[in-house]
């Protein structure tokens, strides 16, 4: 079937040129009577530090029409037409003492003319210096569809096929925007500070429609999450709260039944026109100096699934487009960040345009993007603040560091040896070189992309309170996934993924078991759930882990110890794996915290005074903190 895949695009091509003659024939009947689609971005704003604006309108014969404006103060630059006569793109210019209101695009062919009516916006206060998300945050990752179900009458809408059928793991569960508005208390009272729910916009897909990764029209909030006003509302409720909201936003590819698919903007609109070829997944391809070309293109034009086209950003209109999406979403909602899905599949000199666009709005906003790689050479190349050996220089703030994750699973599950177990924590941040800002780098514990960590551990709550502890305190961006702080759990196994996002127990009328609530929770779950809520809020309060420094003393009997310091105090993090009690000589540590100093066990709540030995409970972990800023407990700093 090559020759067809082939074939295709000329056809298409034919088709669209017969198309354009017969809209730009003087007498085709009916023309005046133009109808129009589309027109994205829906509206901008005043203001904006780039003054462009680039407007694609989509309607049968639009791109037989001329375009005019009706203000002074907005310029139209150009307008661009493709192959196919059913698109016109309107290149702006907003001038710098443009008022905001609306504006009239005025589209005419011969005698008959169409009045579009377009709304340029006032930016709210001191949006361009908005706060992103950073290592003072802990960052709670969650599927809206899985977590609260607050308005069950979205759960089925006319026209998308993919409904809800909660024994299903693949199905839709009906959780949504409101959901997740009536729990903020929830999950502010947990101690987290931000939150990172996966894509809400339109997925009109046939099956797998949930996980929103596989967006249809990407202005839009799926209708059985809710509209794009709850989102707003969301965002709004969850500030109040001290909450900053992240959207998760994917550039490289769309829904296979996104509305450009019925009618292509361009034969380049998608990579390999609108014809599935598989990428090869082969991430080492983008810095490996020896990849071949041919193994590149593929892994980057490639379509990550048959159900995701791969956009082509070499398309200019493309690249616009991205850019302003997010654009827009940031300065709609009030977004403190992005969560960036598939990152290196885009093509990269795009992706340091697009990052870097955005910062040009929104210096102090946050970027994290996926790189699921434990190689460190290859998730390090996409970090911000150094110039690879190629000369590419990346403008992502942060990537999502499945390297120390998948390290700190192996040392909490492998026996304690030469090179194993906590040695491999203590190895891996050597890799910290490669980065110009480690804390910067997103840790998780776990996200709907990784079996659940309570049984990645094999069950044991002890070892998931170590894993936890470790995210929270390590120099990091901390991430947390709904559902570990009651000991969800899953199959162990990597490909299993659907089973990986469980509904949040509570979150429906009816559920037996409240998380939110305590209801039905086992002793070990209300004993975790508790014990996450106290290390969040303090660490809630604690500049000493959001930017001290850190220093860890190599792994001894199955003891892994590690400090964050600054010039005001010290915390000293004990993980003991073993099954036996462990005395620390802590003349060892004293280049931090010296013996003598006043200490508060974090997690006990017990003072006391550090002296020549240090015993810690058998299969823990331990937090101490020194008390105040002056005399014994104060670091010398190195």
Request: proline content about 5%; hydrophobic content about 40%.
């Amino acid at each position: 079937m090559n020759w067809f895949r082939h074939l295709v695009p000329g056809l298409r091509r034919l088709a669209w040129a017969l198309g354009a003659v017969l809209a730009l024939s003087p007498g085709t009947a009916g023309a005046a009577a133009l109808e129009i689609d589309h027109v994205e971005p829906p509206n901008w704003w005043v203001g904006m530090k780039d003054s462009r604006l680039e407007i694609m309108m989509h309607g049968p014969g639009i791109a037989a029409w001329r375009a005019s404006l009706s203000r002074q103060d907005v310029r139209l630059v150009k307008t661009e037409r493709s192959s196919n006569p059913n698109y016109l793109w309107l290149s702006l210019r907003i001038g710098a003492h443009a008022h905001a209101g609306p504006m009239t695009i005025r589209l005419q062919r011969g005698a008959d003319s169409k009045d579009v009516r377009y709304e340029l916006r006032t930016r709210a206060a001191g949006s361009a210096q908005r706060q992103g998300f950073g290592p003072a945050d802990v960052v709670l990752n969650l599927m809206p569809d899985r977590f609260a179900n607050g308005n069950p009458d979205n759960d089925v809408v006319a026209g998308f096929a993919d409904t809800v059928d909660r024994r299903v793991d693949g199905a839709r569960h009906g959780g949504d925007i409101q959901g997740i508005i009536d729990h903020l208390d929830y999950v502010a009272s947990m101690g987290y500070t931000a939150i990172w729910p996966t894509p809400m916009t339109q997925s009109n897909q046939p099956s797998f429609s949930y996980h929103g990764y596989a967006a249809t029209d990407t202005y839009r909030i799926d209708p059985r999450f809710g509209t794009n006003e709850d989102y707003v509302r969301l965002v709004s409720a969850a500030r109040l709260k001290g909450l900053k909201v992240l959207q998760d936003i994917v550039p490289n590819h769309v829904g296979s039944n996104h509305w450009w698919m019925r009618d292509l903007p361009a034969l380049d609109w998608f990579s390999n026109h609108d014809q599935f070829v598989l990428t090869n997944h082969a991430r080492t391809t983008v810095s490996d100096p020896y990849a071949s070309q041919v193994d590149r293109e593929l892994f980057i034009h490639g379509w990550f699934d048959p159900a995701m086209p791969d956009m082509n950003q070499d398309n200019p209109h493309v690249a616009m487009y991205e850019i302003q999406n997010a654009i827009w979403w940031i300065e709609t909602a009030g977004l403190a960040g992005l969560r960036v899905d598939t990152y290196s599949y885009s093509d990269k000199a795009f992706m340091a345009t697009w990052c870097r666009r955005i910062l040009d709005e929104y210096p102090r906003l946050n970027i994290v993007g996926e790189e699921w790689s434990t190689n460190p050479a290859v998730q390090s190349y996409w970090a911000r603040g150094r110039t690879q050996s190629d000369g590419y220089a990346s403008t992502l703030p942060g990537v999502m560091d499945y390297v120390l994750q998948s390290q700190l699973v192996r040392a909490l599950t492998e026996p304690e040896g030469n090179g194993t177990g906590f040695a491999r924590l203590y190895d891996a941040l050597v890799e910290d070189r490669l980065y110009a800002n480690p804390e910067r780098m997103m840790l998780f514990d776990g996200n709907h992309d990784n079996p659940r960590i309570y049984s990645a551990l094999g069950n044991d709550p002890a070892l998931v309170r170590m894993a936890v502890a470790y995210v929270l305190t390590m120099k990091r961006t901390p991430q947390i996934y709904y559902g570990t702080e009651v000991l969800m759990s899953s199959p162990a196994r990597q490909d299993a993924f659907d089973a990986f996002r469980a509904d949040f127990p509570g979150g429906w009328a009816g559920d037996t078991v409240n998380a939110f609530t305590g209801a039905g929770l086992t002793t070990e779950q209300l004993q975790m759930q508790a014990w996450m809520r106290k290390l969040l809020n303090w660490r809630r309060h604690q500049p000493i882990i959001h930017s001290g420094r850190l220093k860890h003393f190599m792994p001894e009997g199955g003891v892994y110890v590690l400090f964050r310091y600054d010039a005001s105090g010290t915390v000293m993090v004990v993980f003991n794996k073993s099954n036996a009690a462990a005395s620390l000589d802590m003349a060892r540590f004293q280049e931090v915290l010296p013996i003598g100093a006043s200490v508060t066990d974090v997690l006990g709540g017990k003072s006391s005074t550090i002296g020549r030995r240090l015993v810690v409970e058998p299969r823990s972990v331990s937090i101490f903190q020194t008390e105040g800023s002056a005399g014994a407990g104060r670091p010398r700093l190195q």
